[in-house]
C-alpha cells in the first residue's frame, strides 16, 4: 500500500540522536559514556526536526542539562557555541567559566558565527571585565611607611618600582584564568629585596589585598539577563560558584 505522507514530513535521524532526544525531552538520567559529546550535540541540533525547542528542555533540573554540562572540561567552546546557538542561556553562564583560559584570537569563523553577536560579546565582555579589574586591583603600589634613619622615602621608592615591573608583568600576560598562587608567587618574589620590617609588612598586606579582590572577581556575568531572578537560576548561579 502506498503511504500517502510525503518524504520530507519524516525527519531521518541516527537512532542514538534520537534515543538522546527521547533522554532530554523525557527527562530521564544519561550514565558518563551513554552518548558522546557529538551524538549529544547533534541530538540537541536536530530537536527541531521534531518541532521540540531545545530552550524548554535543556535547563536544570532536567538531568540532561547536567549531562551536557559534564563536558564542559573537555569541549568548553563547542558547548558555549551549542548553548549559544540555541539560546540556552543557563547552559551559556554555566560553560564560561570553563573558556576563562580560551585565547580569544582562536575562535574560527564559523564558530564565531554560531555562536553570534549576542554570546559573542558576552564571553569578549567577561575576558576584558577580569582583565580590568585585575589592572585596578594590582595599582597602587604598596603605601610607603613614614621614613626612618634606616629606610629613607628613597629607599622604599625601589620596593615600589619593583611592584610596579611585577604588576605590569602580570597585567601584560594576564590570562582571565589567572590563578591567585601565581600571582602570590610574583609579588611574594618581591620580599626578597626587602630587608626594612615596615616595608616588608607593608608588601605583605598589600599581597594579600590583591589576593581577596582577585578571588572575588566573578567568573561570569551575572546580571546580563532577565532570567537571572528565576529558581533555575540558582542552580546555575551555584554550579557557577563552585567553579570559582
Ligand atoms: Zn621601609
Not at 14 to 22: F, G, H, Q, R
Not at 149 to 164: G, P, V
Not at 191 to 219: F, G, H, M, N, Y
Amino acid at each position: 500500500m502506498m503511504c500517502d505522507f510525503p518524504q520530507e514530513s519524516f525527519p531521518i535521524s541516527e537512532p542514538t540522536v534520537v534515543d538522546a532526544i527521547l533522554h532530554i525531552v523525557y527527562a530521564k538520567p544519561c550514565h558518563a559514556g551513554t552518548y558522546t559529546f557529538p551524538e549529544f550535540v547533534s541530538a540537541i541540533d536536530q530537536m527541531h526536526l521534531y518541532e521540540i525547542s531545545p530552550k524548554d528542555h535543556l535547563i536544570p533540573p532536567n538531568p540532561s542539562f547536567s549531562y551536557i554540562l559534564s563536558f564542559a572540561p573537555l569541549f568548553p567552546l563547542d558547548l558555549y557555541a551549542l548553548a549559544a546557538s540555541h539560546d540556552l542561556f543557563e547552559l551559556a553562564i554555566a560553560t564560561l567559566p570553563h573558556l576563562l583560559s580560551f585565547p580569544l584570537a582562536m575562535i574560527d569563523d564559523i564558530t564565531a558565527m554560531r555562536i553570534g553577536g549576542v554570546y559573542l560579546k558576552r564571553l569578549m565582555s567577561l575576558h576584558l571585565s577580569r582583565h580590568t579589574s585585575l589592572k585596578e586591583i594590582l595599582f597602587p603600589a604598596p603605601h610607603p611607611h613614614a621614613p626612618t634613619r634606616k629606610c629613607s622615602f628613597d629607599n622604599q621608592k625601589r620596593l615600589q618600582r619593583a611592584w610596579t615591573l611585577a604588576a605590569a608583568y602580570l597585567s601584560w600576560n594576564m590570562q582571565p584564568d589567572l590563578s591567585i598562587t601565581s600571582i602570590q608567587t610574583t609579588l611574594s618574589s618581591l620580599e626578597e629585596q626587602v630587608d626594612c620590617e615596615e616595608c616588608r609588612e607593608e608588601l605583605k598586606t598589600r599581597i594579600k589585598d590583591v589576593i581577596e579582590r582577585w578571588a572575588s572577581v566573578p567568573t561570569v556575568k551575572l546580571s546580563i539577563h532577565h532570567h537571572m531572578e528565576s529558581g533555575v537560576n540558582k542552580y546555575v548561579r551555584g554550579l557557577v560558584e563552585s567553579d570559582i
